[in-house]
């Protein structure tokens, strides 16, 4: 005890001017304290201070109960140290250190006396052992307009899960009308939660959402159910199974198990909010198992497929994958300094009335590289072989068809560099051509079936692949040389890129004859000359260009422009235009640009220039302050594939340290703008 005089009355000291009382973490200052020792009872007045680890009070009076560790206390003012959370009340009492009650309360986490927000409530009862409030009669006020009255709630002090609603959402869609979600958390465990979600649509009728997470050492997985039984518009009963689990069950083995089911095609245009679900034509739901060696690996696959519009014909829906074995490896050792793999597939494909059968994909493979600091050669070979044993062959056509093919090739690259002074900036420049000749001699592969192979969309990595088609089902002929070139300018001390120009192209000493059915021989002596630019200009600008032109029908078959104008992760700007011939031309303008550390504005502009229509368009401004945010977007997109356009207004409120009302607007500011979700 300490004090500026002090005198004692039997058991009972009397303090004054700057009492301090202090006690296993627990301390008491005041003007004016007394201190019965007997009963251990402490009654502070004038200026009082309270505190306890976590707990900061002042107040007019107080009693302390020193050995229970209880207190009572007047007209206080709180402030919770950890979170920075505080508040005042008329009452206040303590049971134990990690227990307290107050009555005709406020909370916030807006510093200042006058805050941006708080709440108010007839009792609050601050459980810190499980860092959860309690609050009864509550008003929610934003600066002193009442916006919300609840009956009961409850909130975390540290943000830490608990079981309770959480705050509703609110939304509109031209699809949906009034969107109304209230969401029900259950922590069960640590480790184990579930979200209940009602939502009602206004033009479709009340839907049931759960989720069901789980998470351990070495595994975590999902259970998502949704369900809107009798939706209005569409007549009929609508519902989703999701299920995810992905672990490892030894030090060597894992594995993973992704499933959906939905009711029907429209469910995701209807029900969702993206565009990339809502074009889907097929589900995928796989699982796969995964055995690690110390140099080789083999997994196990099960694959199928939902065909979302059971309209689609046999011949467009994807093979089942039942099952699918696939072992990669390499020899630990390199005599001669040789490189030694093996790729094998074992997988048997299934479809309704189709050809179905299995199929063996074998690939060792050895290379070897020379090289010194200036310069590198690769020259590989590869022994192909291709089996297959088929169900449901046409008359005539052989059951076990097989293809053996060998695969040569040779890279070589040079590195040369030389200093440039370029604007004065003292930079290196970089020079390094790459050759890759090929060579697969011509096999007749048309007793092949088709079970997942595809044309390779051609970009800049097909010039340096073995094989122009993907899967196993067909392995491209060829005797080609490519020829590519890249030059970067560079900071000689950082090593930072400033600039990188990038040009290449295969030259063909021979037709390629292997196609896919229904496809031609490809006769051209050249393929599309690829070249790609990326540049920083000015401080905080950046642009980067790619082409493919055509030179035999001199025209460009793709193109893209982009540029990115950014000072920090508050502010920039991002324009695009991409360019493919006879399918799309599009035009795409996103940013966030920091008017005042208060106020921001958002955006998005996506046009498609072919057909005239407005794809995405996104405008909107966010105000910040420490302790709450507002996001208010008006957007306009397409759903569907069909054309179809759906208009909302999204509003969003998020009282720091509290919670959240409204639409979700932060992922759909992440979906849309590029740049968004690094700039929280």
């Known amino acids: 005890m300490l004090a500026d005089a002090a005198r ?81 009340a008329r009452r206040g009492e303590q049971t134990d250190p990690l227990h307290q009650r107050l009555e005709d309360a406020t909370y916030t986490t807006c510093p200042g006396p006058r805050p941006a927000w708080r ?50 959402g609110i939304g509109h869609s031209d699809n949906n009308g009034i969107d109304v979600r209230t969401p029900f958390y259950w922590n069960i465990a640590p480790e184990r939660d579930a979200t209940l979600t009602p939502r009602y649509l206004g033009k479709r009728g009340l839907q049931l959402l ?48 992704h499933y959906r089911h939905v009711s029907d095609k429209d469910y995701f245009r209807d029900l969702g909010d993206s565009l990339g679900l809502a074009s889907q034509t097929h589900i995928d739901r796989n699982a796969r198992l995964t055995w690690h060696g110390g140099y080789w690996t083999l997994s196990g696959y099960l694959q199928d497929f939902q065909t979302l519009d059971p309209t689609l014909p046999a011949g467009t829906r994807p093979y089942r994958r039942l099952p699918q074995l696939v072992f ?65 062959q046409a008359p005539g056509d052989p059951d076990t068809p097989s293809r053996t093919t060998p695969i040569a090739s040779i890279d070589a690259r040079l590195f040369l560099e030389r200093p440039r002074d370029l604007l004065g900036l003292g930079q290196m420049q970089t020079l390094e051509p790459r050759l890759f000749w090929l060579y697969v001699p011509y096999r007749d592969q048309q007793a092949l079936p088709v079970f997942d192979t595809g044309l390779r969309d051609f970009n800049d990595l097909l010039l340096f692949a073995d094989n122009r088609f993907s899967g196993a089902d067909r392995q491209g002929d060829a005797n080609q040389l490519t020829l590519a070139l890249t030059s970067r300018i560079l900071d000689p001390v950082s090593g930072r890129q400033r600039a990188a120009l990038t040009v290449g192209q295969i030259h063909y000493f021979r037709d390629r004859t292997v196609t896919l059915p229904g496809q031609s021989p490809d006769r051209r002596s050249a393929s599309n000359l690829i070249a790609s630019l990326d540049v920083r200009l000015i401080a905080g600008l950046q642009a980067g260009a790619g082409i493919q032109w055509d030179p035999f029908e001199s025209k460009t078959d793709r193109g893209s422009l982009r540029l990115r104008y950014r000072t920090d992760r508050h502010h920039f ?16 303008l996103s940013g966030l640009w920091y008017l005042t550390p208060a106020w921001h504005l958002v955006g998005r502009w996506n046009h498609s220039l072919r057909h005239g229509v407005l794809l995405e368009g996104l405008a909107g401004i966010e105000y910040e302050s420490c302790c709450w945010l507002a996001r208010l977007v008006t957007r306009s997109y397409v759903d569907s594939i069909d054309g179809n356009r759906n208009d909302a207004i999204l509003l969003q409120l998020e009282l720091k340290g509290l919670t959240r009302i409204g639409d979700p607007v932060e992922r759909v500011l992440e979906q849309s703008i590029l740049g968004y979700a690094a700039s929280h």
Do not use: C
């Open 328 to 392: 990669s490896g390499l020899l630990p050792q390199r005599p001669l300094g040789l490189k030694t793999r093996l790729t094998t597939e074992l997988v048997h494909f299934d479809q309704d009335g189709r050809v179905t059968g299995t199929r063996l994909d074998l690939r060792p493979e050895v290379a070897r590289t020379w090289g010194a600091a200036a310069w590198e050669v690769t020259p590989r070979f590869v022994l192909r072989h291709t089996r297959y044993w088929l169900q449901d």
């Open 8 to 88: 004692t009355e039997g058991s009972r000291y009397v303090l004054t001017g700057n009492a301090l009382l202090e006690r296993a973490g627990e301390r008491v200052m005041a003007q004016r304290l007394s201190y019965d020792k007997a009963l251990g009872v402490a009654e502070a007045e004038g200026d009082v201070v309270y505190e306890i680890p976590g707990l900061h009070v002042e107040a007019e009076r107080a009693r302390v109960l020193t050995r229970e560790r209880q207190a009572e206390i007047e007209r206080l003012r709180y402030r919770l140290t950890n979170t920075g959370a505080h508040g005042v």
């Open 573 to 588: 700007v991002n324009l695009a235009y991409r360019y493919r011939s006879d399918i799309l031309e599009q035009l795409d």
């Open 210 to 257: 759960g989720e069901y997470r789980y998470l351990g050492r070495r595994y975590q997985g999902e259970l998502n159910l949704e369900a809107l039984p009798g939706d209005d518009l569409a007549g009929r009963d609508r519902y989703l199974i999701g299920y995810e689990h992905a672990g490892w069950f030894t030090n060597r083995l894992d594995g993973e198990v």
């Open 119 to 168: 709440l108010e409530a007839r009792e609050v009862t601050l459980d810190r052992e499980r860092q959860v409030a309690r609050a009864r009669h509550v008003k929610l006020r934003a600066g002193s307009v009442p916006v919300l009255y609840l009956p009961w709630m409850s909130y975390s002090l540290d943000r830490s899960r608990k079981t309770g609603f959480l705050t509703p």
